[in-house]
């Protein structure tokens, strides 16, 4: 049963809300989780094939050379953490999830590796937001002092630095809408058709579609049709 | 198009009032696991839905397509009743000038027409129209934790009153919304709309009539 909302939580969460940049929340994650014996932290969501490894990325200080060798070593296809996240709701030490051993013993190898830079026991909280992914702030150090006050406190700082940070994204990289047929034109133009083609199949001469094309460009601010395709894809408006 | 029910014109709104508590059965007991909630009559019914509640009501034709039920807090509500426990910074508040929401849900649309994520932005910034309208201070909350970060992510402000609390089917969370043209502004950003969702702001009147169209960019 976790207690009471201490003050140095409340004064965590608004140094957190205040943060100006991504890194600075990450900062003030860091400084809170001394308390608890962590030593690093990250915030990201598992990439999938198709994007890169730091696609999700928000804030880390994971060292950088364990980081190089997790990614280039492809770890997050097999980390028994990750596929723990992907089906759990709420937060769970490292521990917790290699209960009942259902991992391989090369995959829970990957959770050994980890002990040489420092981090030999693990909080994971999963976070999932609007775009779906599962997005995990993941606690690590040498010794975690977590009582069920503790995980309740690091489960509010994850989900309030994730927010935080989401929100200091977003502004960075707005959202651009495009209207229905400038989506469903790129859609077409993605697949290689030209605009008297997808003048055809949507109904329309190839000059409007040629003017759909443009305006799509002009929002995204780019100079080619190539180059708003790929905005489109980026953004979510057309599939690949 | 969103439905705002309550004392006033829920007689004539029983048929969709209906609908909806079947819908909140399947998505409360049948999907979520809810047993406590169960109803031989397949029906979702709890001691808060009385005269005193208010409903957004999302429906296109007949189905429901998601909802949220407002309670004022100086009445009889689940914080106060059920979750105390969950806020332990601040009394649970019993104000008429704070509501609380429960029963926040939407479904996919059986015609693939609405996305859910549009559904919940109506609602979302409705709910802020009509803080701002009745003049509220905020609107109070017990919800699953995993609703929380996607509020904050949209730069919707929730302050917490505790901390995470587990309870029979997760954990849940206890927290105030405010309600400020910076909260509508924050939900109509998310939303991508600059106008109002169900009705102006300053022309709320619960006597007139509840049926408004949504513009057309809800339709996605």
């Known amino acids: ?240 | 198009m969103l439905h705002l029910v309550n004392r006033e014109n829920r007689r004539r709104h029983l048929d969709l009032l209906e609908s909806h508590y079947r819908v909140r059965h399947r998505v409360y007991v049948r999907e979520r696991g809810w047993k406590a909630l169960d109803r031989p009559d397949g029906r979702e019914v709890d001691q808060f839905d009385n005269e005193d509640a208010t409903y957004l009501i999302w429906a296109r034709g007949k189905d429901v397509l998601g909802a949220a039920r407002f309670v004022p807090t100086d009445k009889p509500h689940l914080m106060s009743d059920i979750f105390p426990h969950t806020a332990t910074l601040a009394p649970v508040p019993r104000t008429p000038s704070v509501w609380e929401i429960t029963r926040f849900f939407s479904v996919r649309d059986p015609a693939g027409e609405v996305s859910r994520n549009a559904v919940i932005g109506d609602i979302l910034c409705a709910m802020f129209e009509m803080g701002l309208h009745h003049e509220l201070e905020a609107i109070s909350v017990v919800c699953d934790t995993f609703f929380l970060p996607r509020f904050l992510e949209q730069s919707i402000q929730a302050m917490p009153l505790g901390l995470p609390t587990p309870y029979a089917e997760g954990v849940c969370i206890a927290c105030m919304l405010p309600v400020s043209h910076e909260q509508l502004s924050a939900a109509r950003v998310a939303r991508g709309v600059r106008s109002a969702v169900l009705f102006p702001v300053a022309d709320l009147d619960p006597r007139l009539p509840s049926r408004v169209e949504v513009p057309a960019h809800a339709a996605e």
Request: proline share 5%; with cysteine.
């Open chain 1, 1 to 240: 049963m976790s207690g009471a909302l201490r003050v140095e939580v409340l004064d965590a969460l608004n140094a957190i809300e205040r943060a100006p940049s991504i890194l600075k929340v990450g900062e003030q994650v860091r400084r809170f989780g001394e308390t608890y014996g962590i030593s690093h932290y990250l915030c990201s969501a598992p990439a999938r094939p198709d994007e890169e490894p730091d696609e999700h990325l928000l804030f880390h200080n994971w060292p950088p050379d364990w980081f190089d060798r997790y990614v280039s070593r492809n770890y997050v296809e097999r980390d028994p953490m990750v596929r723990t996240l992907l089906s759990s709701l709420h937060p769970f030490t490292w521990g917790e999830a290699l209960e009942g051993g259902r991992f391989a013993t090369k995959d829970l190898e990957i959770v050994h590796e980890a002990r040489a830079w420092g981090m030999c026991k693990g909080f994971v909280v999963p976070i999932y937001g609007l775009g779906g992914q599962a997005h995990a702030v993941t606690f690590a150090g040498r010794d975690l002092r977590l009582d069920p006050q503790a995980r309740a406190e690091l489960h509010l700082i994850a989900m309030y630095a994730y927010g935080r940070a989401k929100q200091i994204k977003r502004r960075r990289d707005p959202p651009v809408p495009l209207t229905r047929r400038q989506a469903e034109v790129l859609q077409w133009a993605a697949l290689g058709k030209s605009d008297w083609e997808v003048g055809e199949v949507l109904g329309l001469s190839s000059s409007t579609v040629h003017k759909h094309v443009e305006a799509a460009k002009r929002r995204f601010g780019v100079a080619t049709r190539v180059q708003a395709i790929l905005s489109a894809l980026k953004h979510g408006h057309i599939k690949a």
